[in-house]
């Protein structure tokens, strides 16, 4: 069999065993182990769009949080009935549009998509004019305001109140099914002649520019392409929680992102993936810390605050002695795989 | 409206005015210097307010001397975070920020830790509260006392800056590192200077500030901080007069949005993340368009 075709039908299978396992999960395992992967999955959709901004097109944007809540606002709106909306919002009473519409879960998803691609759009025109440091302060400003205009806004989506009771539409396998999504198109993205174009404008803008690459529309590409997947993360965000307010989107979550993304190596989606998985398990295991709890009559008070500072102590030593992160730009492939396997069964005809 | 009223705002505005602008010099200062956005330093003014607050409620000491303790302690962090996270990350330019913003959560999360995240009463000289009346304009005493210290750091600073030989190295610096050096300069004793001089003025802000609203908790660095950092940048980061003046310009509009258009006032953190991205879309050499280094932009 040609390599090629094996390779297009171990990635396949290996889907197909992954949706499953998320559709047999679901039934099989306990709402506290389906909430992390369900975790897992959303973070790996922030982090392969923050790595397509940052790790690939080299434009440090801080935008995520503020995204994010376009996406989860939007998906929440829709979804919610009108009458929980009318019962939800008490500061004032909801306005046109959305005190009437309620649609599927579906649709809703991909209008936070696109919308969330939209708002990309409208920060990173301005915004992506400008370079390093700047970028980063403007897009964060405008992560800022996004959330201070949702707090301002009680007639749109409730104000400083948030929206509550959205209801559970996404099972595992939707998360799934969306995380692989965004994998495989970031990857065939950077692999493609647009992803070499943005590589080169990560490497250096003169050069780029020289060689007749444009850099405002690789730029912007990178951005709304992102935002985009950036909103649906959101969206799925707002379903596992069930509940949002403003605060939700607060700068943190951006950071975590970026921890994760900084673990996992930013030019790395498997790193992103493993980072993604590390950053769930050792947030749960932290809460525990935290916890007040009793050891045999041994009072344990926790220690509230303690899980972030465990996650800033790790960004401070990854950034001054493991800047690459786990996986560097490596990737994880089938011919990586496919090599080790015939060494080994090659070692083991030897012996 | 009466001429009165706006007296009243105009003195309060001058007030929040000096902080932000005397916050805003540390920002400036470091940028000048290093080239570095210290994003940390809402953080070193937080710590010092933490500092003098344990000083004064825990050892009991009287309040002057806690403060002067609390300076140097966080002058000394200042200089250990230079030296272990800053200074190697300087030729790597985003990580140098992503070191910057870790630095900041660090000290957070790290004080949440310590002193858990409730606010806690802020302990000032009582003659602070005061209040002296002039027709119906009242004014704190505790607004006097900032804008005479705030002046009186400035005096200094530009002492400093325009005539001792610390202060031509530091000018030396900022203006190009590598001739700098080449004349016999040590960038990294400069560097160090500066993020003395900055904490200092983060510390004394804090203050200050915290005299004015007294609660402290392991935030409350990161508004005022924010807002500093606005006005450096609408003064022209880098610039110490830029700085002076944006920190007083953001100050003096803040108080007259709130005064003047009280439904605003939910609006007005939009207002100067607005201004923000304005400047530094369409003016990043800030109100006096400070001449900037092709790398900085």
């Known amino acids: ?351 | 409206m009466s001429f009165e009223l706006f007296v009243q705002y105009l003195v309060n505005g001058v007030a929040l005015g000096s902080l932000y602008a005397l916050v805003a010099i540390g920002y400036t200062i470091i940028y000048g210097v290093v080239n570095l956005m210290n994003m940390a330093h809402g953080e070193f003014f937080m710590v010092a307010a933490f500092l003098a607050m344990w000083g004064v409620n825990k050892l009991p000491l009287p309040w002057y001397v806690a403060y002067a303790i609390s300076t140097v302690i966080t002058v000394l962090l200042g200089l250990f975070v230079e030296k272990v996270a800053y200074r190697p990350l300087r030729k790597v330019k985003v990580s140098s920020f992503i070191g910057a913003i870790s630095v900041s959560f660090l000290l957070q999360n790290l004080f949440v830790v310590l002193f858990t995240s409730r606010s806690k009463q802020f302990p000032h000289p009582e003659f602070l509260d005061e209040v002296l009346h002039f027709g119906n304009v009242s004014i704190p005493v505790v607004n006097i006392v900032i804008v005479i210290v705030s002046a009186g750091m400035f005096l200094i600073l530009s002492y400093i800056v325009s005539k001792t030989k610390m202060g031509r190295a530091m000018r030396a610096v900022s203006k190009d590192l590598e001739a700098a050096q080449l004349m016999g300069i040590n960038p990294d004793r400069v560097i160090s200077f500066s993020f003395i001089l900055s904490t200092t003025f983060a510390a004394v802000g804090a203050f200050m500030y915290c005299s004015k609203f007294p609660y402290v908790d392991p935030f409350t660095g990161a508004i005022p901080g924010l807002k500093a950092f606005i006005g450096a940048v609408m003064g022209g980061i880098g610039s110490i007069p830029g700085a002076l003046v944006g920190g007083f310009t953001l100050g003096l509009s803040e108080i007259m949005l709130v005064g003047f258009l009280p439904t605003m006032t939910s609006y007005r953190d939009i207002f100067a993340y607005l201004i923000l991205i304005l400047f530094l879309l369409f003016r990043p050499g800030g109100i006096f368009n400070v001449k900037i280094r092709e790398e900085k932009v």
């Open chain 1, 1 to 351: 069999m040609e390599k090629k075709q094996l390779k297009t039908i171990l990635s396949l299978v290996s889907v197909a065993v992954i949706l499953f396992f998320s559709f047999w999960a679901e039934d099989h395992l306990d709402s506290y182990q389906i909430r992390l992967l369900y975790m897992w999955g959303i973070y790996v959709i922030f982090v392969a769009s923050f790595n397509l901004v940052y790790g690939y097109t080299g434009q440090f944007s801080m935008g995520h949080a503020g995204l994010a809540a376009v996406g989860a606002y939007t998906v929440s709106l829709l979804i919610l009935s009108p009458e929980a909306k009318q019962l939800s919002f008490f500061i004032a009473p909801p306005i046109w549009p959305i005190s009437v519409v309620q649609w599927p879960f579906l649709p809703s998803l991909i209008l936070a998509g696109v919308l969330t691609a939209i708002v990309g759009f409208l920060i990173g025109a301005p915004a992506l004019r400008l370079r390093g440091d700047y970028l980063l302060i403007a897009t964060l400003g405008f992560s800022e305001i996004i959330r201070l205009l949702l707090c301002n806004m009680p007639s749109i989506c409730n104000g400083a109140m948030g929206l509550k009771g959205i209801p559970h539409h996404a099972n595992l396998t939707w998360v799934a099914g969306l995380a692989i999504f965004t994998v495989f198109v970031v990857k065939r993205l950077v692999d493609s002649s647009y992803g070499r174009a943005m590589r080169c404008v990560k490497e250096d803008e003169i050069a780029a520019e020289a060689v007749g690459v444009n850099l405002f529309y690789h730029k912007i590409l990178a951005f709304v392409i992102s935002s985009f997947f950036v909103g649906i993360g959101g969206a799925l965000f707002a379903e596992v929680l069930g509940t949002i307010d403003p605060n939700t989107f607060k700068p943190y979550l951006t950071y975590a992102v970026m921890i994760m993304a900084v673990l996992g190596g930013v030019e790395s989606l498997t790193g992103g993936i493993i980072a993604a998985a590390v950053y769930t398990v050792m947030s749960e295991l932290l809460r525990v810390v935290e916890t007040p709890r009793t050891f045999f009559s041994l009072e344990y008070p926790g220690i509230p605050g303690l899980r972030m500072l465990v996650f800033a102590v790790m960004l401070l030593l990854l950034i001054l002695f493991a800047r690459k992160g786990l996986m560097g730009d490596r990737e994880f492939s089938w011919d990586w795989l496919l090599s080790k396997v015939q060494r080994d069964t090659k070692g083991g005809q030897e012996s």
